[in-house]
Nanobody, 121 residues
Framework: QLQASGGGLVQPGGSLRLSCTSS????????IGWFRQAPGKKREFVAG????????NYDDSVKGRFIISRDRAKRMVYLQMNNLKTEDTALYYC????????????????WGQGTQVTVSS
């Protein structure tokens, strides 16, 4: 199971840290991804990280603002979101797949419940 948390309401320019807990997986050669979905839009890739090596990958829209990291001992993945913009408003999901990071939602078979991020003044 995957569970995302940490969402909330924040003003433009503010920060939030999302957390993703995993259970029931024997994590090894896995990738953990963060996706988001705004109303009326497709689910889109935000960032991903390989579990074993911690190699990150970011969508261009969040590069330089978001940081993905993982804590192997705690089986946690984090998404530090800085300098948030109104266009970052969405439901954020964490997900996982066996293998490397992919940027298409259909390539991830395991999804948790999302956490809402709202950026508004």
């Amino acid at each position: 199971q995957l569970q995302a948390s940490g969402g909330g309401l924040v003003q433009p320019g503010g920060s939030l840290r999302l957390s993703c807990t995993s259970s029931g997986f024997t994590l090894g050669y896995y990738a953990i991804g963060w996706f988001r979905q705004a109303p009326g839009k497709k689910r889109e890739f935000v960032a991903g990280i390989t579990w074993n090596w911690g190699t990150p990958n970011y969508d261009d829209s969040v590069k330089g603002r978001f940081i993905i990291s993982r804590d192997r001992a705690k089986r946690m993945v984090y998404l530090q979101m800085n300098n948030l913009k109104t266009e970052d408003t969405a439901l954020y999901y964490c997900t996982t797949r066996s293998g490397d990071i992919r940027t298409k939602a259909y390539e991830y078979p395991y999804w948790g419940q999302g956490t809402q991020v709202t950026v508004s003044s």
